[in-house]
């Protein structure tokens, strides 16, 4: 029986892996796993994908991560991953962690032979302000089991060594440089710091962390790595705004990169890695293996993925060796073949959406005809007018199509956080229409029957055929005097009389 059980046990704690081919990105695409953070490693002639699990319900804007997995492929270009899902949990792995929290997290393979995981957890005693801090566990395989290599606590956190943190110690990135010395990289909500560390993995070599200042729109997810004489820093960076080189809201992060000559800086910046991905966070890690350099990155694009269920992705990363220093070229996103789109009378997706008034920054104006209808969502999600004690009255959406339409319905799912009649937040708007330029460019008025209902199934507001080549929604927002609600739109849909 004793036998039996240890058995078992072992069984237990080394994991079940499982194996599969896949037609292309995202990797775990089912929506049975999502996977995010994507730290990728080489051992053993293998490339391998530590990554969080997101387990958020769908329409729960949060991250509930709760254990790390990770995917391993002899190699990209056959397909061939296979999946050990459950590797560690952080209150399993950390007797000074909470459940939960299991945020980006590498595994290193350290000069030792042995696999170091460094993975931001959150502490379940801790008097700082923000209780996230680093814990580094050690194992003999590349997929554990992992035991914590410093049962004190976090290596890095508010009240670790050494001091003068004060930022949320998360998104640890870690290099072993050509001459065995080690550096850690690790930060968020664009403050990042860095040491050096000695040869145990663990311990800071001086009691100076470096402040990374120089990174245009640093955010999160640092990723630092070498290539021949040069290092990269890979990051998140989300300064959007009329001169904003990659993001278009607010909300949203590209993976952006600067070089330097030596580990801790200082960093030139370079240019963009990835554009913006389905997901609002973006979160890459490059690699080298067997000669060619990859990508590893997270996306939506899952089955019934979304911000807080998302998927790895990973893609080849090139490099343009006529530049000093050699330039990272921007990421070609590659995806799975997708299934035929269903036949729609929807053609508001063929069209181009564009606002008369200056959208706030994290609303996106795209969303209006990505045919996408969110139950809660993020403000990228969605347009809106609201501009706080400045909201406008009158706002004007427009969609415009290369060639004439013909149009004989139209409908509209409003995005609401307030009741009918409210002067504050979003709320329906107290009045809209739809009006068409004719083929004189003048505007005419659609009547129709038009209801400001919120409701998230679109209701088709049915009116007589019309042809043209712009339609436009006049939207008068809920309100008086000088104070006005915002008016939110999730989708705007105009149907042609048959479905194509
Ligand atoms: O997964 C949680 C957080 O989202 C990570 O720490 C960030 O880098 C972002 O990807």
Known sequence: MAKRCRALVLFLSLGTSISFRIPGNPILADGKYYSADPAPF????????????????????????????????????????????????????????????????QVVPGLDGRFYLYAPVSQARSSSKDPFGIGVAVSNSPTGPFKDLHPQGPIISQSAPPPGN??????????????????????????????????????????????????????????????DKTYYLIYA????????????TSYHACQAYATASSPL???????????????TTSHAGAIKFKNQWYLAYHTADADGGGHFRRSVAVD??????????????????????????????????????????STP?????????????????????????????????KSTLTLTWNTAVTLSGAAMVFFADQKVGSNVGVAPPAEWHLEYQ??????????????????????EIKFSTISTKVLRAVLTASGSGNKFAGVGVKEWLAYAPTAS
């Not at 080489?42 to 991250?63: K, M, Q, S």
């Not at 960076?237 to 278009?248: I, K, L, V």
């Not at 004719?438 to 998230?456: C, E, L, M, R």
């Open 42 to 105: 080489v051992a053993n002639d293998t490339l391998y994908i530590c990554a969080g699990r997101d387990e958020a319900p769908n329409g729960v804007n949060d991250f509930r991560m709760n254990e790390w997995q990770i995917l391993a492929t002899p190699n990209p270009s056959t397909n061939e991953w296979t999946h050990f899902p459950s590797i560690a949990k952080p209150e399993a792995l950390f007797s000074w962690a909470i459940r939960g929290k299991a945020y980006a997290a």
């Open 166 to 227: 004060t930022i949320q110690n998360i998104d640890p990135t870690v290099l072993i440089d050509d001459d065995k010395r080690i550096y850690i990289y690790f930060g968020t909500f664009g403050q990042l710091k860095a040491y050096e560390l000695k040869s145990d993995m663990i311990t800071p070599i001086s009691s100076t962390l470096t402040n990374i200042r120089n990174l245009p729109g640093f955010f999160e997810a640092p990723w630092l790595v070498k290539r």
């Open 237 to 248: 960076g989300n300064n959007a705004g009329p001169d904003s080189p990659c993001t278009p």
């Open 265 to 279: 800086g200082p960093w030139t910046y370079r240019g963009i890695v990835l554009d913006v991905v389905s997901s």
């Open 316 to 357: 080849k990363l090139e490099f343009d060796d006529s530049a000093n220093p050699p330039r990272i070229k921007k990421l070609q996103q590659t995806h799975r073949p997708k299934a035929h789109s269903a036949s729609t009378r929807n053609i508001a997706l063929k069209a181009k959406a564009t606002s008369q008034n």
């Open 361 to 393: 920054i994290q609303y996106w104006i795209k969303a209006v005809n990505d045919g996408s209808i969110p139950t809660n969502p993020l403000p990228p999600e969605y347009w809106s007018s609201y501009a706080a004690e400045r909201s406008p009255q």
């Open 438 to 459: 004719d083929t004189s460019s003048q505007w005419v008025k659609i009547p129709a029957a038009y209801t400001s209902k919120v409701s998230n199934t679109p209701e």
